[in-house]
């Protein structure tokens, strides 16, 4: 039964993303880490299945992101005081732009494990769109590289580094700040990178404690009932706004604090993890108003939940893999699990679904490659020189994949 209903809704999630062929921006142009892609390499090294390589200066965990033929990805140097975008030819791997964007006489910490070039940029037609929290916001011509707006003056300390990437939706640029001292949401005009509105969080953290505020999460927008619904993740609880006011319309509370991973929607349901909480994971009806954490609460869980990689929903099941390399597969309406397998090495890379398969990318550089169905299948496993951290990314039948210090394209070789 499980594997029929994959099936059939791994077709409808097909024609959906064929509809928009871009990888703009983190986890794909519907933001839930699928694509409809056929032919994408199952075996690979460093030297097989390798269309090309190239070197990237610097330190970031910011995935790459491809609008038709170019490649953008940031950067930045490991004491945060430069910071980079670079646009490559996605045929030939030639780097066509390698922008210093922000120069900083004194950032402020990070931690070992994060970068100054977390966040992942979006791009649109002939736009990029660069965050590197509060350091910098910028929008770059396509084309050129050319500044057409920036952004400097949104104060936050992140306090170890910066993670959420932002999002546009129709005229708007839309980015959460969780830090350390202050948790609002901005909206900025994305033509011209002006206010357009901010709503400060309003969360009983239980602390004041501002290292237990922090989160790094991505927003998504919803509809549902005839309503959009902008889901952004903080820590401790999940609050759904009016995208175009930044009217807070319902909040979750689900404990935790340093959630990264993206939400999801399906099977009528927002899928939130809340990184280190009693119930990390949870499915929730939308279409509340309030406090909804007694009422729209599905179903959740504490257990084999990872922190920062986010999951994937494949017709009726669920896959994730933990930060420690646990793979797990659960029932999506439910919660409960089907299987769970231990795999080798860390993950913080978001995985990624295609033609059947789940891609998974280690700190260590393995990418096992998992069936998509309710009985674990280990197809294979690669391994890659560098760690990866960031997520990849889709073009044609290739794969975009950042290592620690290089930018892979892999493609099966004709």
């Not at 945060?80 to 004194?106: F, I, W």
């Not at 400060?200 to 927003?219: C, H, L, Q």
């Not at 689900?254 to 994971?281: C, E, W």
């Not at 793979?327 to 993950?347: D, H, N, P, S, Y």
Request: hydrophobic share 35%.
């Amino acid at each position: 039964m499980y594997r029929f209903v994959a099936v059939a809704c791994c077709l409808s999630a097909s024609i959906l993303c064929a509809q928009e062929p871009h990888w703009n921006q983190f986890r794909g142009p519907q933001g839930d880490g699928q694509t409809a892609a056929t032919g994408l390499p199952v075996t690979w090294s460093d030297t097989e299945n390798v269309r090309w390589k190239i070197p990237i200066h610097g330190k970031g965990w910011s995935s790459p992101v491809v609008w038709e033929d170019r490649i953008w990805v940031t950067t930045a140097s490991e004491d945060g005081k430069r910071m980079s975008a670079l646009c490559v030819d996605a045929d030939t791997g030639k780097v066509l732009h390698d922008l210093l964007l922000y120069e900083n006489e004194k950032p402020r910490f990070c931690h070992p494990k994060n970068s100054y070039a977390s966040p992942t940029p979006y791009l649109e037609a002939g736009r990029v769109y660069i965050h590197f929290g509060s350091y910098g916001t910028c929008c770059l011509d396509a084309k050129t590289g050319k500044k057409l707006w920036d952004r400097r003056n949104i104060e936050c300390n992140h306090w170890r580094a910066p993670g959420s990437s932002p999002i546009v939706h129709g005229d708007l640029l839309i980015v959460a700040y969780d830090g350390y001292d202050q948790q609002f949401v901005q909206a900025l005009n994305k033509h011209t990178g002006e206010d357009v509105w901010r709503t400060d969080r309003e969360i009983n953290y239980g602390t004041d404690n501002g290292d237990r505020m922090k989160a790094y999460s991505t927003a998504k927008v919803i509809q549902h009932a005839g309503r959009e619904e902008l889901i952004s993740p903080s820590a401790v609880a999940t609050i759904a706004y009016a995208p175009e006011t930044g009217k807070e319309l319902w909040k979750v509370y689900h404990g935790g604090m340093n959630a990264a991973p993206r939400p999801l929607f399906a099977h009528g349901m927002v899928y939130i993890t809340g990184g280190s909480g009693q119930s990390s994971l949870i499915a929730v009806r939308p279409g509340g108003t309030g406090d909804v954490t007694g009422s729209h609460v599905v179903w959740g869980s504490g257990r084999s939940t990872p922190k920062r990689s986010s999951q994937i929903i494949v017709g009726d099941l669920m896959f994730m893999i933990t930060d420690d390399g646990i793979a797990v597969c659960v029932e999506a309406k439910t919660g409960k699990e089907i299987w769970k397998e231990r795999l080798r090495g860390e993950f913080w890379a978001s995985p990624l679904y295609a033609d059947g398969r789940i891609y998974g990318f280690s700190k260590e550089g393995e990418t096992p490659v998992i069936a998509a169905k309710d009985t674990f299948e280990l197809i294979t496993t690669n391994e890659l020189p560098e760690g990866i951290w960031g997520s990849p990314a889709v073009i044609g039948k290739s794969m975009i994949v950042r290592t620690r210090g290089h930018l892979y394209r892999l493609e099966v070789a004709e």
